[in-house]
């Protein structure tokens, strides 16, 4: 029996907490005719054999009389993207032409009339693969132009491969403010949904977020039922720092993994969890993305925070330390980012009346039972801890007014190259002395520990950023003592 010598190999890749390139091959034998995949398909993937079919057949395409067999290389690691159709249907169509596809990298799904369609991973393979040209659904195209040095070519159905030119998408550019520093934009958007002028009173816990915010400081609210926490903490996300351009992209991944629209909206993640979920649900599992690696570069919310499991609190500890997450599997480890905003709020009290006006119901053991399940470790790593009590006050101020101080501040701290609150343990500070002796003093007194120390000066340095001081004076680090866990 005469054997076929054609094989003709197309780039692709899938995202599994990683991208990971996929050579897609494809062989004509002399033999009856059949089609088959291999490699570790998944059942997507084997259904892709009648979604070809059709595609190619509707658009006036003939399959040989052959046995045609589509190896996905490296064929040990299982794969379950619809994203591979379009590579699949490419390695079978391109045999006997000339088109030269070995520089680009192609993705998409193929509805039955040869439509190419997007797919929730498409974004972040792009991103993550080195890839300098690529091939996508149209309707991605001219999102994927964002990302910087790639050529983006958009196609709508497989047949516009030999009816019309391959033509580079242009790149369009982001219609939000921005302010540029070191010759580096960063995006932000003015609208605010949530304002924090639909607070009334409460300044002092409109501080405590300001300063949260300006240095992406952890963050722990405790007060009764109704006072406002809740509120508050969902407002932070709006008054948080420009994005950069790597950052907005980031984001992006981020959003697509998680079957969001792809917006370019500059505002940072928010992501509240109930307390119910379980610890693959925010950590990560197998089969998916956890909170605290979708809350990246934003806000990690935990409300009632004792109600929360005790080893999802414990596990918390590393990703807060090292802003990063390890997935083990059988057959591999995955890394996510956790670089987050860690935001939270509790009752005093499980009935939670210990701080108003009504009667409280909980008794002493009932209430150290509660607040115990936070452990000191853990209150190590927030930043700032304020005691809400209710307040009759009606003054109000804007995030307007708010992200305005947040701006200079995050200035500061781009030219001095981290937030403050991502400042290394050998960083020093321009502390002035009558200062220093102050938080010396409260070292000493509050037997305060090397990280607890570290934690005031770097919420003393936002402080002085907001402020504008020349260096951290004595007011700044007493403000910063009064917002410390006691």
């Not at 040095?149 to 982001?174: A, H, Q, T």
């Not at 950052?247 to 991944?253: F, P, R, S, T």
Request: glycine residues 4%; contains cysteine; aromatic residues 8%.
């Amino acid at each position: 029996m005469e054997e076929k010598t054609k094989t003709k190999k197309i780039n692709s890749a899938i995202f599994d907490g990683e991208v990971k390139i996929i050579e897609v091959e494809t062989t004509f034998i002399s033999a009856l005719p059949s089609f088959s995949i291999v490699g570790l398909a998944s059942s997507a993937i084997q259904e892709s054999k009648e979604r070809i079919k059709a595609a190619l057949l509707n658009n006036n395409f003939t399959f040989a009389p052959l046995k045609i067999i589509t190896n996905l290389s490296p064929a040990n690691l299982p794969k379950k993207s619809t994203a591979l159709d379009l590579p699949i249907a490419l390695s079978i169509l391109l045999q006997n032409s000339d088109i030269d596809l070995s520089e680009y990298l192609i993705l998409g799904e193929l509805g039955l009339d040869g439509s190419i369609k997007e797919t929730s991973d498409i974004f972040a393979i792009v991103l993550g693969s080195k890839f300098k040209k690529v091939i996508v659904p149209k309707s991605i195209a001219s999102k994927l132009v964002q990302i910087p040095d790639i050529e983006v070519y958009g196609f709508s159905n497989i047949s516009e491969f030999f009816d019309i030119k391959f033509k580079k998408e242009s790149s369009k550019k982001l219609k939000y403010k921005f302010i540029e520093i070191q010759n580096k934009k960063y995006f932000y958007n003015d609208k605010f949904v949530l304002d924090f002028k639909d607070i009334k009173g409460q300044n002092v816990a409109k501080r405590v977020a300001l300063i949260s915010a300006a240095g992406m400081h952890n963050l722990l609210l405790e007060g009764s039922a109704g006072v406002g926490k809740s509120m508050l903490i969902n407002r932070l996300q709006y008054i948080l720092p420009p994005l950069s351009l790597e950052e907005l992209l980031e984001i992006e991944k981020q959003n697509s993994l998680d079957n969001k629209e792809i917006t370019f909206n500059p505002i940072r993640p928010f992501r509240m969890p109930h307390h119910s979920s379980s610890k693959a649900a925010i950590f990560g599992g197998r089969k998916s993305i956890g909170e605290i690696a979708l809350a990246n570069n934003g806000v990690l919310f935990f409300d009632e925070l004792p109600q929360f499991r005790k080893d999802v609190l414990e596990d918390l500890r590393l990703p807060l330390q090292e802003r990063k997450v390890l997935i083990s599997r059988v057959d591999s480890k995955i890394e996510y980012k956790t670089d987050i905003l860690f935001a939270s709020a509790m009752n005093p009290c499980p009935c939670g009346n210990l701080l108003s006006k009504k009667e409280c119901r909980c008794t002493e053991l009932e209430i150290k039972r509660y607040k115990n399940r936070i452990s000191e470790p853990l209150l190590e790593r927030i930043d700032l801890y304020l005691q809400m009590t209710e307040d009759s006050d009606k003054s109000v101020i804007s995030s307007k007014e708010m992200y305005k101080k947040v701006l200079i501040a995050f200035e500061k701290q781009i030219k001095r190259g981290y937030f403050n609150s991502r400042l290394p343990e050998n960083w020093k500070f321009d502390i002035e002395t009558e200062a220093s002796e102050i938080l010396d003093k409260a070292v000493n007194n509050f037997n305060l520990s090397k990280r607890s120390e570290f934690k005031i000066l770097k919420v003393a340095q936002t402080i002085t950023d907001l402020e504008n001081y020349n260096k951290i004076n004595k007011k700044a680090v007493l403000e910063a003592l009064s917002y410390r866990k006691r």
